[in-house]
């Protein structure tokens, strides 16, 4: 899964121990893997805008990750 932040912020939470707020030009993946319990939520009181993105694995039974990072985005500001 493939979560970019457009406007606010989101909050990821997992049980592989990751806690994250990402924001305006913040993206998150999310590989489940063998398994993984997660929540996403918009931490804030103003108004977020996320695109969120699934793919089907290539392989099963992968070990479940999580990365957070930032791009530029003003190309997409809106």
Same mark, same amino acid.
């Given at each position: 899964? $493939?979560?970019?932040? $457009?406007?606010? *912020?989101?909050? =990821?939470?997992? #049980?592989?121990?990751?806690?994250?707020?990402? #924001? %305006?030009?913040? @993206?998150?993946?999310?590989?489940?893997?063998?398994? @993984? @319990? =997660?929540?996403? =939520? #918009?931490?804030?009181?103003?108004? *977020? @805008?996320? $695109?969120?993105?699934? %793919?089907?694995?290539?392989?099963?039974?992968?070990?479940?990750?999580?990365?957070?990072?930032?791009? #530029?985005?003003? $190309? %997409?500001? %809106?």
């Amino acid at each position: 899964m $493939l979560s970019i932040v $457009l406007k606010g *912020d989101l909050r =990821h939470e997992d #049980n592989l121990g990751n806690v994250m707020i990402t #924001n %305006f030009g913040g @993206v998150q993946r999310m590989s489940a893997g063998t398994g @993984v @319990v =997660h929540t996403e =939520h #918009n931490p804030s009181e103003t108004e *977020d @805008v996320s $695109l969120q993105l699934w %793919f089907e694995p290539e392989q099963r039974g992968l070990t479940p990750s999580y990365k957070a990072t930032r791009f #530029n985005l003003l $190309l %997409f500001a %809106f």
